[in-house]
């Protein structure tokens, strides 16, 4: 199988055609890495688009940012990630689960959807305030 080098959108990815295996991508300028393990993975060099499909995990350090789901696409070109089927993602203690979601990479941002008549669940973590005020009135 011959492998190619391909940098799409600013990530580079190794691959041999169509594949099943892992890809490995990671920016080239920050090196820093985002891995994707799952059972299939297929990476389209004109489309830019790299698609993984059954147990899908994602790590990604720089961001501090695991998820899991059942199908993930990168879309290199908008910078775009989408997740889908029963996803939990979970970054700095927040977690999140939906049907579906959508992580914008330059923004930082989260776009979940729930499956029909359900909901999105999200877990924050929020440091309470109170405990401050307590102890500067009760010396």
């Known amino acids: 199988m011959r492998k190619y080098h391909i940098i799409v959108g600013g990530w ?5 055609g169509i594949m099943n295996s892992s ?10 890495p ?3 393990r799952s059972d299939v993975q297929e990476a389209n060099s004109r489309t ?7 147990n899908v995990q994602i790590y990604y350090p720089a961001r501090k940012l695991q998820a899991t789901a059942a199908q993930a696409q990168y879309f290199s070109k908008e910078r775009r990630l989408v997740l889908t089927g029963n996803v939990y ?4 203690g927040n977690s999140m689960r939906a049907e579906s979601m959508t992580y914008l990479v330059d923004e930082g941002k989260f ?3 729930p499956h029909s008549s359900q909901q999105v669940e ?5 440091k309470d305030n109170n405990e ?4 500067t009135k009760n010396p």
């Open 12 to 16: 580079l990815l190794l691959f041999g």
């Open 23 to 32: 890809v490995i991508a990671q920016t080239v300028e920050s090196n820093s």
């Open 34 to 36: 985002l891995t994707v």
């Open 48 to 54: 830019g688009v790299v698609t993984a499909r059954g």
């Open 89 to 92: 993602a979970l970054q700095e």
């Open 111 to 113: 776009v979940a959807t």
């Open 122 to 126: 999200s877990i924050y973590l929020v």
């Open 132 to 135: 401050n005020t307590r102890q």
